[in-house]
T-cell receptor
Framework: GAVVSQHPSRVICKSGTSVKIECRSL??????MFWYRQFPKQSLMLMAT?????????EQGVEKDKFLINHASLTLSTLTVTSAHPEDSSFYIC??????????????FGQGTRLTVV | AQSVTQLDSQVPVFEEAPVELRCNYS??????LFWYVQYPNQGLQLLLK??????LVESINGFEAEFNKSQTSFHLRKPSVHISDTAEYFC??????????FGQGTELSVKP
């Protein structure tokens, strides 16, 4: 069964509104979750690392005020796209690592969220 | 910073033919390498991984990849593909903290 649940799978919103995407770890507690963005026919680009109980760590070039991340519990991280614009339309994917230490970790991915801003 | 290069953006192949998807990485430190598969509008699924030990790793569905340190490569192979193998394949290397750095992806299209 699924290890990571991401919701919603698809969302269409009007320009200027905000959209929240949830990522849940179903089988284990996760102090760290990752948010990726994928453009059509392109690779996944890491946006930010979500840390339980503290601020997220954003990659260079990612607007923290635009993409709000909240990791309020050990099983839930949310990504909110604020004041969405058509250029924010993309496929957003979260992942959770299980295990300790770099060698023993395995990443599990959510099903992804297709965001379309009209 | 580490980087991953997948040399082929698209690989069309006929069913039951062999296939190789190429992946090269750049890193001066020990690496952990992964291949993920993505079906349309879905997340990624781990296909196989190299952490240490034997340089040849296999998946349960017939794929294999060989870690070649001298050539900094981790090419994915399958001796006989099926229609159901049609998908996007991503090579990735892990960094400290669990981040994954992905290659550009290779679209494998298996035709009857």
């Amino acid at each position: 069964g699924a290890v990571v649940s991401q919701h919603p799978s698809r969302v269409i919103c009007k320009s200027g509104t905000s959209v929240k995407i949830e990522c849940r770890s179903l089988d284990f507690q996760a102090t760290t979750m990752f948010w990726y963005r994928q453009f059509p026919k392109q690779s996944l680009m890491l946006m930010a690392t979500s840390n339980e109980g503290s601020k997220a760590t954003y990659e260079q070039g990612v607007e923290k005020d635009k993409f709000l991340i909240n990791h309020a519990s050990l099983t839930l991280s949310t990504l909110t796209v604020t004041s969405a614009h058509p250029e924010d339309s993309s496929f957003y994917i979260c992942s959770v690592n299980r295990g300790l230490g770099r060698q023993n970790t395995e990443a599990f991915f959510g099903q992804g969220t297709r965001l379309t801003v009209v | 910073a580490q980087s991953v290069t997948q040399l082929d953006s698209q690989v069309p192949v006929f069913e039951e033919a062999p296939v190789e998807l190429r992946c090269n990485y750049s890193s001066s430190v020990s690496v952990y390498l992964f291949w993920y598969v993505q079906y349309p509008n879905q997340g990624l699924q781990l296909l196989l991984k190299y952490l240490s030990g034997s340089t040849l790793v296999e998946s349960i569905n017939g794929f294999e990849a060989e870690f070649n340190k001298s050539q900094t490569s981790f090419h994915l192979r399958k001796p006989s593909v099926h229609i159901s193998d049609t998908a996007e394949y991503f090579c990735a290397v892990s960094e400290e903290g669990g981040k994954l750095i992905f290659g550009q992806g290779t679209e494998l299209s298996v035709k009857p």
